[in-house]
């Protein structure tokens, strides 16, 4: 697909099919679940004040560390989905300390938008 493309979000019939990891000081960690919608792209916005570790793959339950995707606080990045017609499991690792501002971390599935 061309990258000229929009971002084109997955819905059901009432809501949309986007997955919210909250990430505060009480539960900073890897953090697991699954996104399972037929989706060729995954949008991933970091609503914290801190950079994030994410991990996505076919692995049934990732472990996210600092050695994987960095996305800075505040920002969003549309990656290619590693598994577009099964279930995509996805980590994040946040280390939130002093006082910093809790939030979530939101990954979209969708289609277009990445070549």
Known sequence: MAADQP????????????LTIACSTTNGGALTSTVSAMATNVLVTNSTAVTLFVR???EAAPVASSLDIPLIAGTNRLFANPSPTGATGVAVTCTIT??????LVIFTPG???VE
């Open 7 to 18: 971002f084109a979000p997955l819905t059901g019939a009432t809501t949309g099919k986007s």
């Open 56 to 58: 996505m793959s076919t």
């Open 98 to 103: 002093g006082g910093a501002a809790s939030g």
């Open 111 to 113: 289609n277009a938008g």
